[in-house]
């Protein structure tokens, strides 16, 4: 007599990309919104349009939700700034580029930035978020030295304080995210040109 065949047993479908993608998008607005302390698994599934407990299917809880969030922001801005850093232009041309791709990734994950800003300070005490310190050292570490680079081969003036430039530039780049939308009168690379004919007049050496 031939043998009955056991019925398979498979494993759930791994999420559809494309709507994993959506929640996490979703889950990014609301978290820059109203905060990660104030914003539930219900309120991300509400404006989702889907139940609690689907949501669960997707991500095991929300921190896992805002970790992938900002890995996905800190991998790209990571990937543009290494690219930038290592194609051996001088001081000017490299701020000019860091600005430049600092102002995409605004374009590309405003709602991440705006967390990421807001939340950091918070977040990076947790085991969880510690590798939020580590990209805020390499963060600092490659704009100053590419401000001390440009003090020692005279692109930029002698006189000027580094570190509060460097500051000055760091929050007035990212604060962006605050009002920036994607699809606006400007493009990315236009805000930076602007951004960057402003700044660079006041620490360009003068001919």
């Given at each position: 007599m031939p043998t009955k065949k056991k019925p398979q047993v498979t494993a759930d479908p791994p999420a559809a990309p494309d709507r994993r993608s959506e929640l996490l998008g979703t889950a990014a607005e609301v978290f820059a919104e109203q905060g990660y302390n104030a914003t539930t698994v219900r309120k991300i599934a509400d404006h989702a349009?889907?139940?609690?407990?689907?949501?669960?299917?997707?991500?095991?809880?929300?921190?896992?939700?805002?970790?992938?969030?900002l890995r996905t922001f800190l991998d790209e801005l990571w990937d543009g700034y290494d690219a930038v850093l290592g194609a051996g232009?001088?001081?000017?041309?490299?701020?000019?580029?860091?600005?430049?791709?600092?102002?995409?990734?605004?374009?590309?994950?405003r709602a991440a930035v705006a967390i990421y800003q807001k939340e950091s300070k918070q977040l990076v005490s947790q085991e969880r978020f510690a590798f939020l310190a580590e990209s805020q050292r390499r963060f600092e570490k490659a704009w100053l030295s590419t401000l001390e680079r440009g003090v020692a081969e005279r692109a930029f003036r002698a006189d000027l304080d580094v570190r509060l430039t460097y500051r000055f530039v760091r929050d007035t780049v990212w604060v962006a995210a605050s009002w920036y939308r994607p699809g606006g009168q400007h493009s990315p690379d236009e805000i930076a040109r602007q951004y960057l004919s402003m700044v660079l007049d006041g620490i360009a050496v003068r001919e």
């Open positions: 349009g889907m139940l609690a407990g689907s949501l669960y299917y997707h991500f095991d809880s929300k921190e896992s939700m805002l970790e992938e969030i232009l001088g001081p000017r041309k490299t701020l000019e580029a860091l600005v430049t791709e600092s102002f995409r990734e605004i374009d590309r994950h």
